[in-house]
Each structure stands twice: as C-alpha cells, then as structure tokens.
C-alpha cells in the first residue's frame, strides 16, 4: 500500500502565495512521476502540472509561471509553490503518484485532496 498525504492549503487573498506539499509513504520501490491536479465546485478535475524523475516538469495551462513544481526525492516528497493566485484558482488540490511497489507492482495513487481557496 502506497499513502499519499497532502498539506499546505488555506485561504489566502488574491494576489497571495501557498506552498503544497505531499509526503509519500508505504511500500515504495520507486515513483516514476508525481502530479498535481485540482477539482473546482461543478468541474471535473484537471492537471495542473507533472514531474517525472526529479526534474522533468510540464505544466497544464496558465498556471506556468506563477506556479512551480518540485520534488524531493530522499523525502519521497512533492510540492507546488503557487504564487499570485487568483479567485479562479480555488479548488481542492489532489496529488497523485505513480512507480512501483517493493514487490514491483505498479501502483498509481491519489492523495485525500487540500482546499485551496482564494478570496478578492
């Protein structure tokens, strides 16, 4: 079993910054890629951006620029500074892992998800 937990939401104004983080933990051999994604009230939930090995990232949409993935791979750890946020940017944020077990399962797991919102 591969867990996934998520910290760093709030509430924050507009214009304001948050850092995420994901702590990865379980049976882990290797994660291959790591991901943020976030659901919006009535949407369906979107990538936001992806990194695979430590350094490898891409980014969904506008979000490039104003947030940054990164990963530490000695904590297994993965983070996403968002700065200058706006009121469109409120949603729950999900991390999301993929690699293999210690007994070379793949696996592919989500995090319970933390509330981002911003207010104007």
């Known amino acids: 079993q591969v867990q996934l937990v998520e910290s760093g939401g709030g509430l924050v104004l507009a214009g304001g910054s948050l850092r995420l983080s994901c702590t990865a933990s379980?049976?882990?051999?290797?994660?291959?890629?790591m991901a943020w994604y976030r659901q919006a009230p009535g949407k369906q939930r979107e990538l936001v951006a992806r990194?695979?090995?430590?350094?490898?990232?891409n980014y969904a949409g506008s979000e490039k620029g104003r947030f940054t993935i990164s990963r530490d791979n000695a904590k297994n750890t993965l983070y996403l500074q968002m700065n200058s946020l706006k009121p469109e940017d409120t949603a729950v944020y999900y991390c999301?892992?993929?690699?293999?077990?210690?007994?070379?399962?793949?696996?592919?797991?989500w995090g319970q998800g933390t509330q981002v919102t911003v207010s104007s």
């Open positions: 999301n892992a993929e690699g293999r077990t210690t007994d070379w399962a793949p696996f592919r797991t």
């Open positions: 379980g049976n882990i051999f290797t994660i291959n890629a």
């Open positions: 990194i695979v090995g430590s350094d490898s990232t």
